[in-house]
């Protein structure tokens, strides 16, 4: 008996697992009281039309005669919670704080007991003895309910529990009473830390509405990329808490984007704004140019006003268009010179925008917006991650290396940039390059992406057997979902919503 105490004591002081924990105790307890059934209820509280609902949830239960077990490994059972009320024995003993051992249910008056018996009635299961023990914190906050049934002597008869087990039992019970207060108590700190950075990821992503879906799709990308690999490679595994590592880092990603010029940041095309300034000018020239016209009574001047709307035509076409080749820029290089009545038709700004080969940021705007790396770990550096996300801020601040040494902002190479940040740097770049809610370019087909970052593998900067993972991964979104062709975020949001709904049934 005292070694199955101690070892029992040992292993629910160990287990990491809340979900496992249950099973554990129920089958230490049972095994410890020698007795043919238990079952292990977790209290819970939720809102339900603006009323605060209080329930028993089975997480474990045992029966021997029944060949009965659930709940065991960690898996989770799907039955009906029990209402919390006075009604029923282990709500009973919850409510009122008291262990309750009673030799035998049909002989005892108390209406608590009609649920055991019609248990019986509809299993064929007869129920004697039973002992219920509220499992309390040390802040005396109900946590669950132990029930144990039919106590048996060593030939198997059904017996009362005695006094001693019944001490025993409670003993244990308070002490996992601790322990899943503890694990609780992270569980809550853990979701208060992630639902803080969902507030400053949601403060951000509202900065830059060109890219709104950006961390929560990158993130949901990590997420079930890291599932994927888990379930399908042999090079990697990742465990809870690494994947939880990674989802962090993704979240804090473009945090540092806080600290970007808005105007940069959201810029879509390359005047931006200028391009109102440029259209002033030019309808001044025209102005100037057609009161010259009719005041020398020289039509000649005509050729100058066609010429001018031909050069505004050009400007508006360079200013939204992919990619500047050498015609157009000889063009450009020629309106840099170009003075109409003395007046210069560019200024040095509007001349540097439209040398923008690609994109629309030029040099030192493309500068300032990498700072964005930088500023997350500066903006973030005197946050307590604690020892689970330490390694979080550091994967987040470098999503941007390249494993051929031309990433930024450290220049890092090889194996320097761990396999987590080798993930979180794909999902970015696959995000960027198929998102449809980026107004300077068009969206790009999810295989001509892939074709993308397989010619990055191609010239070093991406891992290989990564992105040959996620060839794989693609395939399995497209069997799943059909044409993913400018609706990558929508279905990883569509997923990941999904995912937590679940996750908050089966919570409850």
Partial sequence: MLEKILDLGIKISKEQDYNKLFGIFLKGTTDIANCDAGTLYIYKERLEEGVLKKYLCFVSTINHTLKQYGGLDGEKLNLPPVIFSETNASSYAGIHRVILNVIDVYKDSNSIWMGPRKYDSITGYHTQS????????????LIGVLQLINCQDKDGNVIPFSKDIEKIIYSLSSQVAMILSNMLLTQDMEELLDSSINSLVNAIEAKTPFNALHTNTVTGLCDLFVDYLNKNST????????KDVLHMAAQLHDVGKIGINDDILNKPTRLATRIDYIRSRFENLRLQLTVQKYANNDPLIQKDIDSLASDLEFIENVNNAPFIDNEKMDRINELCNKKVLGVNL???EEKEDLHIVKGTLTAAERAHIQEHVVKTVNILKDV??????????????????????????????????????????????????????????STIPVERAYSILTSMVNEGKLDATLVGYLRGFIDELLKEYGNLDGKIAKTILMIKANEKALKEKEKF
Wanted: hydrophobic share 30%; charged share 30%.
């Fill in 384 to 441: 307590k991650f604690g020892k689970k996300y330490h390694d979080s801020l550091t994967i987040a601040g470098q999503h941007h290396e390249l494993l051929d040494g031309t990433g930024y902002p450290k220049k890092l190479k090889g194996d320097e940039i761990n396999t987590q940040t080798r993930i979180l740097t794909i999902m970015d770049i696959f995000d960027s390059l198929t998102a449809a809610d980026r107004p300077y370019k």
């Fill in 235 to 242: 090079e990697y595994h990742f465990t809870s808490d690494e």
């Fill in 130 to 141: 039973v002992l219920v023990i509220p499992l309390i914190d040390k802040k005396d906050e």
């Fill in 346 to 348: 560019l200024t040095d």
